[in-house]
Structures are given as C-alpha cells and as structure tokens.
C-alpha cells in the first residue's frame, strides 16, 4: 500500500504547477487526504484537505484563493493545482490519507508519500 506524489519541480513566482497524489494497494476512495509541505528550516504543516467525498475541503490560510486541492476517486488520485505561487511556497510536498472518512485539520494521517519537491524562484 503506498501513496505516490508527482509533478513537483522548478517555476518562476506567479507560476503554477499541479501535484498528484495516485494510490496504490487498496482503495482510497473512502477516506479523508490532505497535502503537507516541509519547507526548509520549518516544520511540516498542512496545506489543504478533503473529505472523501470531496464535501469538505480545508486550506490553510496562506494559500487560499491560490491552491485548489481535488480528487478523483475512480482514479484513486488526489490533487494539488498551486496557481500564483510565491518563493515562499517552496517546499517538499507530501500527500497524505487517513483511515478516516470526514476532513478535519486535527485528524491523524495513516499512509504518506514519499513527497516531492516544489522550488519557486523570484
């Protein structure tokens, strides 16, 4: 059972890039995912999250109105499209999906990927 995440790499600022997240070894598609990110020297912090349904979807403040998280369960895929991205937002990414069904920020993450790395230049 593993979650891969892809589409990380190099943008200029104001930029986009779009991050997926396919799993793999069993079905996703009953529970709540969410992105991190680890930028450097700072601990690692949620970003956006979704219930399974997609019926609830939560960001952080520093992306909102940027970042749109989504996901396709007949694809047992999540995604991340970061449009207007800023230095700031450099950082490895990870995926991340809990055993449970309903999004909150508090919820614990049971399966992670291996992250992938996000570098905006100015």
């Known amino acids: 059972v593993q979650l891969q995440a892809s589409g990380g790499g190099l943008v200029q600022a104001g930029g986009s890039l779009r991050l997926s997240c396919v799993g793999s070894?069993?079905?996703?598609?009953?529970?709540?995912m969410a992105w991190f990110r680890q930028r450097p020297g700072k601990e690692r912090e949620i970003v956006a999250g979704?219930?399974?349904?997609?019926?609830?979807?939560y960001y952080t403040d520093s992306v909102k109105g940027r970042f749109t998280i989504s996901r396709d369960n007949a694809k047992n895929t999540e995604y991340l499209q970061m449009n207007s991205l800023k230095p700031e937002d450099t950082a490895v990414y990870y995926c991340?999906?809990?055993?449970?069904?309903?999004?909150?920020?508090?919820?614990?993450?049971?399966?992670w990927g291996q992250g992938t790395l996000v570098t905006v230049s100015s």
């Open positions: 991340a999906a809990s055993r449970l069904m309903a999004f909150t920020p508090r919820i614990e993450y049971d399966y």
């Open positions: 979704i219930s399974w349904n997609g019926g609830v979807i």
């Open positions: 070894g069993r079905s996703f598609s009953t529970n709540a």
